[in-house]
C-alpha cells in the first residue's frame, strides 16, 4: 500500500507564507511525477503546480511567481512553497503523485488534504 501525507497547512493572513509538505510511504518502486492541486468550496479542484522526476516544473498561470513547488526524491517527500498569498488561494490542498509500485506499474495517488484559508 501507498499513501501519501500532507501538512503544514493553516491559517495565514493575506501576504504571508506557508510551506507544504508531502511525505510518501509504503511499497514505492520509484515516484514519477508530484502534482498539488486544490479545491476551494464551490469550485472545482484544480492543478496548481507539477514537478516531475526531472525536476522540471509547471504552474498554474494564477500562482506563478508566488508558489515553489520541489521534492526530495532519497526522502520521499514533495514540497508547495506558498509566498504572497492572496484570500483568493483559501482552498483544500491535495499532493497527487504518479507511482511506480514494480518497474512497469504506474498508479496514481492522492492524500486526504490539508487546508489553507488566508484571511484578508
Known amino acids: 500500500q501507498v499513501q501519501l501525507v500532507e501538512s503544514g497547512g493553516g491559517l495565514v493572513q493575506a501576504g504571508g507564507s506557508l510551506r507544504l509538505s508531502c511525505a510518501a510511504s509504503?511499497?514505492?518502486?520509484?515516484?514519477?511525477?508530484m502534482n498539488w492541486y486544490r479545491q476551494a468550496s464551490g469550485k472545482q479542484r484544480e492543478l496548481v503546480a507539477t514537478?516531475?522526476?526531472?525536476?522540471?516544473?509547471n504552474y498554474a498561470d494564477s500562482v506563478k511567481g508566488r508558489f515553489t513547488i520541489s521534492r526530495d526524491n532519497a526522502k520521499k517527500m514533495g514540497y508547495l512553497q506558498m509566498n504572497s498569498l492572496k484570500p483568493e488561494d483559501t482552498a483544500v490542498y491535495y499532493c497527487?503523485?504518479?507511482?511506480?509500485?514494480?518497474?512497469?506499474?504506474?498508479?496514481?495517488?492522492w492524500g486526504q488534504g490539508t487546508q489553507v484559508t488566508v484571511s484578508s
Open positions: 497527487n503523485a504518479k507511482i511506480f509500485t514494480g518497474p512497469i506499474t504506474l498508479r496514481d495517488y
Open positions: 509504503g511499497s514505492i518502486f520509484s515516484i514519477n511525477a
Open positions: 514537478i516531475v522526476s526531472s525536476g522540471s516544473t
